[in-house]
Structures are given as C-alpha cells and as structure tokens.
C-alpha cells in the first residue's frame, strides 16, 4: 500500500525486523497504530522499542513485523 501524506511524503507499508526497523516507524500493535520514538539495543539482536504513547515493545531477532513507514520524496 502506497499513498500520498498531506505533508508530500509518501507512505509504504513494508516488512520490518529488529535489524532495520527505525524511529518514526508505525506499526499496528493491538488494533493500535504506534509510533516509534525510541529504540534500545538489546542483546542477541533483539532491540526495545519505545512508542510516543508510553508503550514498550520488545522485537526479538527473528521477529517480522508490518510497519507503514514515511519517505520523503524529492
């Protein structure tokens, strides 16, 4: 799923693991859209993330999950 923000930036729904996920990413956890605001390494490659809501959510190495995230495109 692609589409047009109102800010220009463009949205893409992609498969994230604790390697490349990002902050700023949204992922859907619960029926909720969840905005990452910070992330901690953890080891064996799992990382926490921390949402803007207060939520944590720990990714072990092989977890898979949906994002959307926001590319600028100039």
Known sequence: MKGRTPSGSL??????TSADVRRGDVIQVGGRPC????LVQLRAGAKR????????????ARSRLTA???????
């Open 11 to 16: 949205a893409a729904q992609i498969e994230i």
């Open 68 to 74: 959307l995230r926001l590319t600028r495109k100039w």
């Open 49 to 60: 993330l921390l949402f803007e809501s207060g939520e944590v959510l720990t990714m072990h």
């Open 35 to 38: 905005r990452v605001a910070d």
